[in-house]
């Protein structure tokens, strides 16, 4: 609960004061946080978690609601999620998301993109979507990649794959 209650600030913070200048200088990091709810699990993920040695699981068939926030001080360039092309995940459907869109990468990936505008910068930008966990087979473990990416506009780039693992249980993150 109080990992959602800090998101909520987050957000709150994201839109009330959005617009920003980009600086002259900046080596700062953006940032990301990547919240993923559904029956029985409500996680938050950000660019602190430990993305080598964590996998999280989601059950096969169910539906599943994500947050995807990106934001840097001096201004977001763009926002990637790339996911598997939608063998994997039935239905994904944009919920609510200013200039978020999906584009295919290639024959394999999909990316859910956001782009910002130099002329009107801004401190990130949020997106939220559903989909149904379907992998590839019914009875095995299919695993399936997520990276998150987070652009400013001095090209400071963060980058971070999450495993995530389709099967027969309960939703979790677990160690690999």
């Known amino acids: 609960?109080?990992?959602i209650s800090i998101y909520g600030l987050f957000l709150g913070l994201l839109f009330t004061s959005c617009a920003t200048v980009i600086p002259?200088?900046?080596?700062?990091?953006p940032e990301f946080v990547f919240l993923v709810r559904g029956d029985g699990i409500s996680e938050q993920l950000d660019e602190d978690f430990d993305f080598d040695n964590t996998v999280l699981y989601l059950k096969r068939g169910d539906t599943y609601t994500v947050n995807y926030t990106g934001s840097d001080a001096g201004g977001v360039r763009q926002i990637m999620l790339e996911m598997p092309q939608h063998q994997a995940f039935a239905n994904p459907?944009?919920?609510s998301g200013n200039d978020w869109f999906f584009a295919s990468t290639s024959s394999s990936a999909v990316t859910l993109l956001w782009e910002g505008r130099r002329t009107e910068p801004t401190r990130g930008?949020?997106?939220v979507w559903e989909f149904g966990a379907i992998g590839l087979t019914s009875d095995?473990?299919?695993e399936v990649e997520f990276i998150f990416t987070v652009i400013d506009f001095h090209d400071n780039t963060i980058r971070k794959t999450l495993t995530i693992?389709?099967?027969n249980q309960d939703p979790q993150l677990a160690p690999r």
């Open 1 to 3: 609960m109080k990992k």
């Open 24 to 29: 002259n200088l900046d080596t700062r990091l």
């Open 93 to 95: 459907s944009l919920i």
């Open 125 to 127: 930008s949020t997106v």
């Open 140 to 142: 095995n473990v299919d």
């Open 165 to 167: 693992r389709i099967y």
